[in-house]
Structure formats: C-alpha cells, structure tokens
C-alpha cells in the first residue's frame, strides 16, 4: 500500500524532502504489527525517493534500527544496559533512541511507540546520525491526545459544514455523505501521528440529526473513516446525543436510570465495537445550550455519564463528558448569576460519583476559549474524577485563522500553571488521567488550516499533549525546519529569523488589539469576528463587561461580587480577591474598577486600554512588513506567500478597526483624553 497521493494539498510538516536523512540510509525494520507494517511502508517510500534501502533481519550492515523490543533484543544489547534493559518498560507508545558506532536504533514495546519513534527521526533529521547519543526514552505525559471537529454531516443552516470552521469544508463529509475519496484522512491521520496526537472524534458536539444517524445507520461510513486512520494509531469517536435512545430508538424516555435506556446503550455499543472493534468511546454535551440532558429527568450529570460508561466498559471504551454547562438564557440585569462560576457548581458535588472510564472534559478556562482568562478551578477540585482539559486549535476568539496568532505560548502558560503555588504540581500533571483535547482547526482547504501559519498551532497541540514541558520557541523551530525544507538558493536563515519575529508574540499581539485586561467577548455576536464592545452586554449569554461612565469590569470578588474568586485553592484566591495582588491581565475578569485605577504596570486603566490598542494595532502592520521582506521565489512557494500576505492584509486592516472601537468606546464612556494626544474617533 502506497503513502496517500495528496500532491495538490500543502504537505505541511510532512513534505517528502524530510525523510531525506531517513531515505537515504540502510535501514531495518523488525517486529510484527500492524503499525509497524506502517513504519515499513514509510521506510520504504523514503528510500526510494533518496537511494537508501530496506535489509532484511540477516544482520547486514546497516545505519538505523527500528525494532520492537519483542524482536531485536540482540540490537538491543549493543547499544548499553539501558537499551537492553528497556523491553517492556516503554509502554504502548514510548521509545527509546541510541546511537553509538554508526547505527542509530529505535526501540518500541508496541508498534504505536516504533511509529512515534519514526517521526522522532524526522524530526531530527540528520542529527540522528552524527555523533553518539546516550539512550534517550521518550514517553508520552499523556495517553489521551484527542482532536474533536466539529462537523456536520450535512450543512447545518446556521453553523455550515463545520461548526467554528476556518479551513473550509469538512474532511470527513461531503453533500449530507461520506467523501468518496478518503485519501486525504489518511494523509491527515499520518499528520497527526506525526505530531503525537492519537484520538479524533469525527462529528459535532452539537449533534443534529444526520449526525445521530452515524451511531447506528451510517456506523459503517464511520468505520470507513477509522480504516484511514487506524494504519497510524488513531482511534476514532463519536459525538452521541444524550436523547439517543429516543430519537434513535423509538423509546419513550432517555432517563439514565431508566433500565430500558441502559440496555438500548448496551446493545447499540455493542453493535459499534463488533462494527469498529477499536472505537474509542464517545463525545457527550448534554444540558448545554440546548442539547438533551439527564436534568430533564431530575438526574444527575454523573447519573447521565455512567450509563454510557457502563456501556462501554466492557470494550475498554471511555466517555468524554464535557464540563461547560452553564445558563444560556441568563437575564442581564441580574448581577448575581455567573457563567464563570457554573462548571464548578455542577460539577464538583459530583466528585468520586464518575465511573473510571468517564473522562470529564473541561475548557481551560471558565467562560469560552478567550485571549485570556483565568484557568478554570474545576481542574483542581475533582481529585477522585478523571479531568481532561479542552482547548481550542480553530481560532474561534482568536483571529478566525485570518490573524497570525501562534498559540503555544497561551497553552504552554496554560499547562505549566500552578493552583496551589509555585510549590504545587503544574495543571499538565493534574490532567494526565484525562489528557488534552483540541477542537480541531483542519478542514479541507489546500493549506489544510486556512492560514498556513496556523498550521504551527494543529502541530503544537500535539507536541504539547505529548510533552507539555516543550518550550514554545522550540516547537516552532520544529515546525519551521519540518514545513519549510532548506532551499537550495536564498538565506533560510531569513526565514526562520522572521517567522519567529512574526509568531513569537503574536498571541500577546492580539490580546493588545482586542478586548483588554481580561475582561473578553467584546465581538461581533454569532460569528465572533471582529469588534463590537457592547455585542454581547445585554443579551442571554452571561459574557459581560459592565462599562460605565465609572468603571469597568466583573465584581467576582467574594467580598462583594459573585464569589467566584472562592473556587480557587487559598494560594489564587486570595491573589485574586485582592485588587493590589490581582495580575493585571486578568484584572477585570475578577474586578470592576474605576478608569484611573492604576495597574501594577503603573499606568491607569484608560490609559493601558489607548496604548495597548495602538501597539497591537501598529504590531499587526509590522507583521506585513516583515512577511512582505521574504522572497517567495527562493524560500517558500508562491501560493503560501500570497496567501499568507492576503491574510496579513485582512489582520491589519481588523486590527486598526478594532484599535478605534475600543478606543473610542472607551473615551466615550470615560471622557478621559489620551495622555498621548492621538487621534481616538
């Protein structure tokens, strides 16, 4: 079986001249498994292309070993004791890497670990194999690694094809159907095996009816879709309506104590693993924005999550229950209702009442995927549950993949945080029993993700999910010297130095020319481009900002306020409770302050609004510049240039149209000039 032909789709950090080092030596494969045989294959396509060759197991000479621990033991043992030593200690993923005399040797318990194994070496590339290197075992921190996509099998009148969608169409359907050609799920597959990610759920959350269907009738177009995949470890889910067994199976109730719903999810998931023997589990928002619930029966979010998981236990499958619950039809008058608090209200009662294999998945933050919010507390305060954290890959609040917004320093920032201080474990720790999870921000665009440096985001999530301790800096470098091969004329240097100038502090870039201090969705409502600072202040969604002629900001204290500030463990609390400890990023999610308050920066309030919004406005420019200095011709292809520098175009002139609403709002609220003296209209 040949790799997928995807010669009309940007390779990504996949192009073929990065199996260069790989291609071109003597290289042996050994092991039985399916993976493996994937491994084989890539080898094999590698050294066609660059003059290397397959050996058999007759002990020739040769320059790279990937072996499992199972059949190379004799490899093994020339490499030190702890090569030898390794078998079936590396788990269902991990590998080891050595070098010494000329041979470099990857060393997998499983196949899944000889594939990651693989692509450790692409990484490297040639430093594979220069100088001796000490055996080095690489483990996953996280055995969960799953993207969600938000697809609708047919389009959904409102949300189109892919719900919070900026790639296009969807990979996986096309007109109300499964895509007759699958070739490029099975390239986005080895994309993802690449990077570490090892789960997708194929549908939306927000399960519509066609979608439904996919868990009984058109079970076998899912299982089409997890026979891309599988050749390179990814398991697929499915996002299920709670209210399946009535919209599905003709039963009166969907009440999870109801014995007649318990045996309809039996029998229906038995039916899935006889049809996809390793399917994952599946994706649930119930009581959320509309979708069915166990609250319509008086029952509970973990009387709601067990049936499934009790469905799916005796296949090893596990059910991802999402966290963000909260009041939709929130009155704006009513201060004391608050969505930040709602996740935590639900769901920490419920602490140790979750079975095993339920996996409650909870955005990072406490209100929807924002520039910058506080982590959420819920994370900390469900010891006996498995928490998995959600983040969002599709730039949703972040730019629509129009906007340059590299966001592995917000997720880095976001894993290394500490509940209990800078003594206590860091949030990766916290959610190693559930894992990471991405809401995918890939469709079917040429570019794969729209704008093609968000393609640096699809690849961070996974190195992220796999090592959260990976620098940012140093994920980017990963991904400039995969995607963008040396060329052979021009400075490749100049490259790497300006998408590092361009990527680096392109998140804080858009935090400046967007909603300041915190504070958040000041967009346009619907589709969330754009600014509109009072789009959301009287509407049912409990996203507000309070702006007054006095102040701005939400009282979450718990002196005076909604009390949130009192989730937090003791350390955050009190930090966050006190407007002289409170970071100034975070100020007005957790407090309402007057315009002249002066931050910890030692500027005021108004103030740091006009400054951050012209330097954001103004970085968003020089973001063109320094893209428009790069000759296409010699460093990258000309569609990726043009699209690149047509979406460049599109920041700048959003960024300046959000610089004067905020701006003006502001001093119109306030009637405090600009210290500065510039034009705010």
Not at 137 to 159: E, I, Y
Request: aromatic share 10%.
């Amino acid at each position: 079986m040949n790799l997928p032909d995807t010669t009309d789709v940007h390779p990504a950090w996949l192009p073929p001249e990065a199996f260069r080092a790989i291609g071109s030596r003597r290289v042996r494969v050994c092991g039985d498994d399916p993976l493996v045989e994937t491994v084989r294959r890539e080898v094999v396509e590698a050294c066609a292309s660059y003059g290397g060759c397959l050996g058999g197991e007759d002990g020739g000479p040769v320059d790279l070993v990937l072996a499992l621990t199972t059949h190379g033991p004799a490899a093994g043992s020339s490499f030190g004791p702890e090569a030898a030593e390794c078998s079936g200690t590396l788990g269902a993923e991990g590998f080891l890497v050595a070098r010494r005399r000329g041979v470099t040797l990857v060393l997998a318990d499983a196949g899944a670990g000889l594939l990651h194994g693989l692509f450790h070496l692409v990484r490297l590339g040639e430093g594979a194999f220069g100088a001796d290197r000490p055996a080095e075992c690489h483990r996953p921190a996280m055995g969960r690694r799953m993207l969600d996509h938000w697809d609708n099998v047919a389009v959904h009148p409102v949300m189109g094809q892919v719900e919070r969608g900026y790639s296009g169409g969807s990979l996986f359907w096309e007109d109300g159907a499964l895509r007759a050609d699958l070739t490029r799920v099975r390239a986005y597959g080895r994309l993802l095996a690449a990077c570490g990610v090892n789960a997708i759920a194929v549908n939306n959350v927000n399960v519509h009816a066609t979608e439904a269907l996919l868990l009984t009738d058109r079970l076998g177009e899912v299982a089409a879709l997890a026979e891309q995949v599988r050749p390179y470890g990814i398991r697929v889910y499915l996002s299920v309506n709670f209210a399946s067994p009535m919209v599905l199976g003709g039963l009166p109730t969907a009440d999870p104590l109801d014995e007649r719903v318990r045996q309809w999810w039996s029998a229906t998931t038995r039916e899935v693993y006889q049809t996809i023997p390793d399917f994952g589990g599946y994706v649930v928002k119930a009581d959320s924005e509309g979708q069915p619930g166990p609250f319509a029966y008086q029952r509970t979010h973990a009387d709601g999550a067990n049936v499934l998981a009790e469905a799916l236990a005796p296949f090893g499958g596990v059910v991802y229950w999402r966290a963000f619950v909260y009041n939709h039809r929130q009155d704006w008058r009513d201060r004391s209702t608050d969505r930040a608090r709602a996740a935590f209200d639900h769901f920490t009662p419920l602490d140790g009442q979750f079975h095993d294999n339920v996996i409650l998945q909870v955005k990072y933050g406490p209100i929807d995927f924002q520039p910058r919010e506080p982590l959420s507390p819920v994370i900390a305060a469900m010891p006996a549950t498995r928490v998995g954290m959600e983040l969002q890959v599709t730039q949703e609040y972040t730019g629509h993949q129009l906007h340059v917004c590299y966001l592995a320093p917000l997720w880095s920032e976001v894993l290394g945080f500490r509940y209990w201080g800078p003594d206590g474990p860091a949030a990766a720790a916290l959610i190693e029993g559930g894992g990471l999870v991405g809401v995918s921000n890939a469709g079917d665009d040429p570019f794969w993700t729209g704008h093609p440096l968000a393609q640096a985001n699809l690849y961070a999530f996974g190195r992220l999910a796999w090592a959260p301790h990976l620098a940012p800096g140093t994920i980017l470098d990963e991904w400039i010297d995969l995607t963008f091969q040396p060329a052979t004329t021009g400075d490749p240097d100049l490259l790497r130095q300006t998408l590092h100038a361009m990527m680096d502090s392109s998140w804080q870039t858009y935090e400046r020319y967007t909603a300041p201090l915190g504070v958040g969705f000041m967009v346009r409502p619907g589709h969330h481009y754009g600014p509109d600072v009072d789009g959301y202040e009287y509407t049912s969604w409990g996203t507000y900002h309070f702006a007054d002629r006095d102040g701005v900001g939400v009282d979450r204290s718990q002196a005076t306020g909604t009390g949130f500030t009192g989730q937090y463990p003791a350390f955050w609390a009190q930090r966050y409770e006190s407007l002289a400890e409170c970071p100034d990023e975070v100020l007005l999610f957790f407090h309402h302050v007057p315009y002249d308050h002066v931050l910890r920066s030692g500027t005021t309030v108004i103030q740091h609004i006009y400054d951050t919004h012209f330097t954001g406005a103004r970085q968003a420019a020089d973001l063109r510049e320094l893209w428009g200095r790069i000759d296409a011709a010699q460093l990258v292809d000309p569609r990726l240039f043009a699209r690149v520098a047509e979406r460049l175009g599109e920041q700048v002139r959003c960024a300046e149209e959000w610089r004067d609403q905020v701006n003006a709002y502001f001093f119109r609220k306030s009637g405090v000039p600009d210290a500065l003296g510039r034009r705010i209209y």
